[in-house]
Each structure stands twice: as structure tokens, then as C-alpha cells.
């Protein structure tokens, strides 16, 4: 239902609340690794994605802990979910270059994005 999502976000972590009228997620705390695992406290996306930045964008999806699945999932569903149109928008092009890399780390970036609901 992401016509039902208000067009500015809001998300409480601890003692930093995120609001922003153009995008929910914004990067409060620095990142941190631990154990080898990316931790990311809120996560910022590349806007706009590209295939020069979609490793970093996979990254980025793919570390989001369970409390900021809301927060993601407003941010790409925001402007008719102009964010996952765009990434969807970059598999011709890399087909095109024969980039099977970007086409997997799309295609992984996109599944995980599509499954932020699910519970896990």
C-alpha cells in the first residue's frame, strides 16, 4: 500500500528521530564493522542508484537490521516507489555491457528489498 505512506518519514532509534520530507533514511551514526559484518546504524542510499554505486547500494540493503525495514521500505516506496523503479530501470543497461555481476547484485539487491516484509 505505498500510496498510503506519508510523504515525509519518521523513525525513532534510541534518542535520534529521522524526518525528512524528501528522504526517510539518513545516516545519524557512523557505520561500524563487526565481526567482519557491516553494521549500519541508519542507513543513507545513493540517490540516484547506478551501476557504478549498486554494490554500495547492495550493501547498504543487505545490512539493515529488522528495526529499519520500516524505514527502507518508506524510503523506496516514496513517489510511487521512484527509488525501486530506478534500480529496475539499470538491468537493460547492464545486460547491455554484459555486466553479470551488476545484474546479480541487482537482482539480489531488488529480491531483498522485495522481501523487507517478510518475516524472518
Known amino acids: ?8 518519514a519518521t523513525a525513532a532509534y534510541g534518542n535520534n528521530t529521522i524526518s525528512s520530507p524528501h528522504m526517510a533514511l539518513h ?9 567482519g559484518t557491516m553494521v549500519v546504524a541508519n542507513p543513507q542510499l545513493p540517490s540516484p542508484p547506478t ?21 527502507l521500505s518508506m524510503f523506496v516506496s516514496q513517489n510511487d516507489c521512484a527509488y525501486l ?8 543497461s547492464a ?11 541487482l537482482a539480489a539487491c531488488v529480491k531483498t528489498i522485495l522481501l523487507l516484509n517478510e518475516p524472518s
Open 95 to 105: 545486460e547491455g555491457k554484459d555486466d553479470y555481476r551488476a545484474l546479480a547484485t
Open 51 to 71: 551501476l557504478s554505486n549498486i554494490e554500495e547500494i547492495a550493501d547498504i540493503v543487505a545490512a539493515v537490521q529488522m528495526q529499519q525495514r520500516d524505514t
Open 27 to 35: 545516516t545519524l551514526n557512523s557505520n561500524s564493522t563487526e565481526g
Open 85 to 92: 523503479k530506478a534500480l529496475l530501470a539499470l538491468f537493460p
Open 1 to 8: 500500500e505505498a500510496a498510503a505512506l506519508p510523504m515525509a
